[in-house]
């Protein structure tokens, strides 16, 4: 920090360089050097065309349903009307049978989500400067799809108890939820970067769930007010657009915790002189 003795000049050119140095832009520097937002828009839009088709495809075998289960959840869950609620339906509503499901779109769907999770295995790794997933670890991938799934899954069924049920039952079930989005996290962030040592972990984890929190809340004050201008506008194109905005927040939470506790870490290893 600068000195208040010191000239004008001085003063300023230290503060600048004090504010160069540190912690919050060291944590965009790196942003912006691992190019994260391009990657966000990536991944945000690779689990758009993977993760939701294998929830529809899910939904249908377990359930003997077509996507309107999964639309009933998401108008419920925002409180959707009229346009809105018509366009969701009109998404996520299929003609064909469970029977005719096409399993080459199944496998291209199973494809793709084995990819995005190569790809965030990638991401992490380049965040923490460990390495990725190696040739006899790809299986990992195979599991944390599963485990994305079932999250949804569960996390589901939570809220419809906490929608559903008493304050006390509210309660425990938004305790479940946030136990959930931790375990998840450290799941997910141990499956996709096996060598991440407990110092990164922990506090990632911890971080990603705050973030999954904040997203929960920005979504439920916003995305109702998205969905319907959007439906209005473009029908259910326009609910994909809401829709990706909300995986792409889910996805910047998903890379901005991980970057925080990396840069954290890295600078409290660093000298002294470094970190002033």
Request: positive net charge; hydrophobic residues 60%.
């Amino acid at each position: 920090m600068p000195d208040a003795s010191d000239p004008p000049q001085v003063g300023i050119a230290r503060l600048r360089e004090w504010a160069l140095e540190s912690y919050p832009a060291a944590v965009l520097r790196r942003f912006f050097d691992l190019e994260l937002l391009d990657r966000s828009f990536g991944l945000a839009a690779q689990a758009f065309v993977a993760l939701l088709p294998l929830l529809i495809v899910a939904v249908s075998l377990v359930l003997n349903s077509d996507g309107d289960v999964l639309a009933t959840q998401l108008t419920n869950r925002f409180g959707l009307s009229g346009a809105a609620d018509v366009a969701v339906h009109a998404l996520f509503q299929s003609d064909a049978a469970v029977r005719t499901i096409s399993w080459l779109a199944v496998a291209m769907s199973v494809l793709s989500a084995f990819s995005l999770a190569r790809r965030l295995s990638r991401t992490y790794a380049k965040i923490f400067g460990l390495p990725s997933l190696r040739r006899s670890q790809l299986w990992r991938g195979v599991v944390w799809i599963a485990v994305q799934i079932t999250l949804f899954s569960l996390a589901s069924e939570l809220r419809a108890v906490r929608r559903e049920s008493g304050v006390a039952l509210a309660v425990l079930a938004i305790l479940a939820i946030l136990l959930l989005w931790f375990a998840a996290d450290i799941a997910g962030l141990r499956l996709l970067v096996p060598t991440i040592p407990r110092r990164l972990l922990i506090p990632a984890a911890i971080l990603s769930g705050v973030g999954r929190t904040g997203v929960t809340v920005w979504a439920t004050l916003y995305m109702p007010r998205l969905l319907t201008e959007q439906a209005e506008q473009f029908g259910p194109i326009g609910v994909t657009f809401a829709l990706f905005t909300l995986i792409l927040a889910g996805v910047l939470v998903l890379l901005i915790a991980p970057l925080l506790v990396a840069v954290w870490v890295e600078r409290q290893a660093a000298p002294e002189s470094v970190r002033q």
